[in-house]
């Protein structure tokens, strides 16, 4: 089902690019799914974009 709210699917989060677009994503409160190598610094970037988004898990 969807809301209307956009929906990204962005690879690399873990780092650089793929990391800032995400969040900014995130920030304007858009649905993420995130892929990277390093599950650990991605878990990390989960935990901060969950921080800051408006409502409900950001990024998965």
């Keep these: 089902m969807n809301d209307g709210t956009p929906v990204w699917f962005i690879t690399g989060c873990s780092t650089g690019l793929g990391r800032a677009l995400a969040a900014t994503a995130v920030e304007r409160g858009h649905r993420v799914a995130a892929t ?4 650990h610094t991605l878990a990390e970037a989960v935990k901060r974009a969950e921080a800051c988004a408006p409502a409900g898990p950001a990024m998965s």
């Design 36 to 39: 990277a190598r390093d599950p």
